[in-house]
Each structure stands twice: as C-alpha cells, then as structure tokens.
C-alpha cells in the first residue's frame, strides 16, 4: 500500500491543522495506521495509532487530549485532528500502516509533512 500525507503547514501557538494519509494500491481497512514525528535533531516518535475498524485508538501523553485520530476507510484515508498546537509539536509527520492492531512492526510509510508552530 502507498501512503501519501499531506496537510501540514505554517500555524501559531494554539492553532489547529488536520492531517490525511490517503491510501492507494490496497485497501487502507485492512491495516492499523500510525501517525509518528520526527523534529528537528531528534529521534522518530509515536503520535497516535487507530486500529483496521478505528475502534481502538492510542496516543502518546503529549499529544493525549490535544490531537485526535480517526479513519474514514469509504475514502481510504486517516486524519490527524491536530488542536492547541505548541511550539514542540514542530516536526515532520509521517503515517504508517501495519496489518494488525497486534502487529509491532509498521510495514508501510509515507513521505512526511512538515508542520512547523510558531510561538
């Protein structure tokens, strides 16, 4: 499957942007998919995950409260509901796809889109 991301932009502190990873190639139902940022000098990090059926959702605590996943599989996409936005949350973003919820290892990843947060 081919993961393409985009949505990403130029916001103030407190500002709100939404994220897509369209699917192409397979269907985007039969995986669970990631959303992970990688800032500036520092290692790639989880953001947030929802399972094949988007029942089950996960979030690292910084973003927990603030940012909100969820999948329209009719359209082969996920988003990214990104609100409050803070200065750190600057990074690239990708997605990733996996064939389980249970699955550690994400086969599948996107180019990456570049949010940046101003203060």
């Known amino acids: 499957v081919q993961l393409q991301a985009s949505g990403g932009g130029l916001v103030q502190a407190g500002g709100s942007l939404r994220l897509s990873c369209a699917a192409s190639?397979?269907?985007?139902?039969?995986?669970?998919v990631g959303w992970f940022r990688q800032a500036p000098g520092k290692e790639r990090e989880f953001v947030a995950a929802?399972?094949?059926?988007?029942?089950?959702?996960s979030y690292a605590d910084s973003v927990e409260g603030r940012f909100f996943i969820s999948r329209d599989n009719a359209k082969n996409t996920v988003y990214l509901q990104m609100n409050s936005l803070k200065p750190e949350d600057t990074a690239v973003y990708y997605c990733?796809?996996?064939?389980?919820?249970?699955?550690?290892?994400?086969?599948?990843w996107g180019q990456g889109t570049l949010v940046t947060v101003s203060s």
């Open positions: 190639g397979r269907t985007l139902s039969n995986y669970a």
């Open positions: 929802i399972s094949l059926n988007g029942g089950i959702t």
């Open positions: 990733a796809a996996k064939p389980g919820w249970a699955t550690i290892t994400y086969t599948y």
